[in-house]
């Protein structure tokens, strides 16, 4: 066997001294170091790229978390709303469902005509036309009050004046 072939890190054939054969680096053991060195760099450049990453990493993930925050409560207030709204509708159904009954009327007054007259009305347009009726009725009877009252207070008046002018009459005068 050739001895070259066995130590391939023999450079120098023409060395016969062992340490000179180490002690004197080549071109071929110039180029790794360059590798070496660029690779270091390109490690060093990606762990500070893994670094920025994972800081945009947790960024996205606390702005997410706070979108699907807000999303949460924004459904939530919904969800709130929604049955509230169903509740008021439920509510409001209640009532129309009263307000279209046949409601029975009380005779407790007394006036059980009163109370048959507006049995008969059937109909709303029946009804505001008895209302309309009524109210004028009632202003009617409202000013023929006042009047009355005008002409009482007025007699009351004139009654009180006739009987201070009677008292005048009737009590003897001094003698001046």
């Not at 054939?13 to 340490?19: D, I, S, V």
């Not at 990606?46 to 699907?68: F, G, V």
């Not at 999303?71 to 279209?100: D, M, N």
């Not at 036309?129 to 009351?156: G, P, Y």
């Amino acid at each position: 066997m050739n001895p070259e072939a066995m130590n391939p890190q023999v450079t120098n054939p023409e060395a016969t001294n062992p340490e000179e054969t180490n002690l004197q680096p080549t071109n071929s053991q110039a180029i790794p170091s360059k590798n070496v060195v660029q690779w270091l760099n390109e490690v060093k450049l990606l762990q500070q790229q893994i670094k920025d990453l994972n800081l945009e990493l947790i960024n996205a993930t606390q702005t997410a978390d706070a979108w699907r925050s807000r999303y949460e409560i924004e459904g939530q207030q919904r969800r709130a709303e929604s049955s509230q709204a169903q509740a008021t509708i439920a509510q409001l159904t209640e009532q129309v469902t009263q307000l279209l009954a046949k409601p029975e009327l009380s005779t407790e007054l007394g006036d059980d005509s009163i109370a048959l007259q507006i049995k008969g009305l059937i109909n709303l347009s029946d009804l505001q036309a008895k209302l309309f009726e009524v109210w004028t009725e009632r202003d009617k009877a409202i000013a023929a009050l006042k009047a009355e009252q005008s002409a009482h207070e007025k007699t009351k008046k004139d009654l009180t004046m006739a009987l201070a002018d009677a008292m005048d009459v009737l009590t003897p005068k001094k003698a001046s």
